[in-house]
């Protein structure tokens, strides 16, 4: 059975591709077949989605798209309501079946969420209701920017209270200005009770091969 992470984050747009793909790297170099699943991405440029891109692109496995990406919305909006204006709803089972087949062809399968933990996939799921049915353990991407504290915790509260096992964050410097990151930093570590995979440091030139040295994932295995 594949080793399996599900990515979360503390909002949309904080890295948690990014992390994905460096996790990808990282198992890679382990001699790891490792495979990114995006299930669900909104916002297209030209009829291209570049979190599926980059997922795929950092994969050491080839798979269908429909696999990797079983939905793709145009409008940069929340799924539920880009889903809708498509006419479709969300199927978490039918998500499940695309992370099955994944997993029989690789030895990790990393699966990045959409936004945050309670962003809504339909009338009745959201994100936290998709990763219990994918029964995975979660890596908590944390955008350091003012209001990571409350967002960091309050999602591993929600987490924890969905019954979802933390097994890992990484906090990644999305604001390079961000005032007193050392006494934030140290207020999460000291609060999160799960163990810190990593820094990432602000760069505008993004690397994930080189991102994926950052990563300490021989607390994962």
């Given at each position: 059975m594949a080793q399996s992470y599900f990515i979360t984050g503390t909002d949309t747009g904080i890295g948690k591709t990014i992390v994905s793909c460096a996790l990808l790297s990282a198992f890679s170099g382990r001699?790891?077949?490792?495979?990114?699943?995006?299930?669900?991405?909104?916002?297209?440029?030209?009829?291209?989605?570049?979190?599926?891109?980059?997922?795929?692109?950092?994969?050491?496995?080839?798979?269908?798209?429909?696999?990797?990406?079983?939905?793709?919305?145009?409008?940069?909006?929340?799924?539920?309501?880009?889903?809708?204006?498509?006419?479709?709803?969300?199927?978490?089972?039918f998500i499940r079946q695309a992370y099955c087949n994944l997993q029989r062809i690789a030895d990790v399968v990393i699966v990045e969420g959409v936004g945050g933990i309670m962003v809504p996939l339909n009338g009745h799921n959201n994100v936290a209701d998709m990763a219990c049915s994918l029964n995975l353990p979660l890596i908590l991407v944390v955008g350091m920017r003012l209001g990571c504290l409350n967002h960091a915790l309050m999602t591993a509260k929600i987490a924890q209270a969905a019954g979802l096992k933390l097994v890992g964050w990484v906090a990644n410097k999305i604001d390079p200005k961000m005032d007193s990151f050392d006494e934030n930093f140290h207020a999460l570590k000291s609060r999160l009770n799960f163990p810190l995979l990593g820094v990432l440091p602000f760069d505008k030139n993004i690397d994930t091969n080189n991102f994926s040295t950052l990563l300490d994932i021989s607390q994962l295995e």
């Amino acid at each position: 059975m594949a080793q399996s992470y599900f990515i979360t984050g503390t909002d949309t747009g904080i890295g948690k591709t990014i992390v994905s793909c460096a996790l990808l790297s990282a198992f890679s170099g382990r001699g790891k077949s490792a495979i990114g699943m995006k299930p669900v991405v909104t916002g297209s440029v030209c009829g291209e989605w570049a979190d599926v891109q980059a997922i795929i692109a950092a994969s050491s496995v080839d798979a269908p798209k429909e696999w990797v990406n079983p939905y793709s919305f145009v409008p940069p909006i929340a799924p539920h309501l880009a889903a809708k204006k498509a006419g479709i709803e969300i199927d978490i089972s039918f998500i499940r079946q695309a992370y099955c087949n994944l997993q029989r062809i690789a030895d990790v399968v990393i699966v990045e969420g959409v936004g945050g933990i309670m962003v809504p996939l339909n009338g009745h799921n959201n994100v936290a209701d998709m990763a219990c049915s994918l029964n995975l353990p979660l890596i908590l991407v944390v955008g350091m920017r003012l209001g990571c504290l409350n967002h960091a915790l309050m999602t591993a509260k929600i987490a924890q209270a969905a019954g979802l096992k933390l097994v890992g964050w990484v906090a990644n410097k999305i604001d390079p200005k961000m005032d007193s990151f050392d006494e934030n930093f140290h207020a999460l570590k000291s609060r999160l009770n799960f163990p810190l995979l990593g820094v990432l440091p602000f760069d505008k030139n993004i690397d994930t091969n080189n991102f994926s040295t950052l990563l300490d994932i021989s607390q994962l295995e």
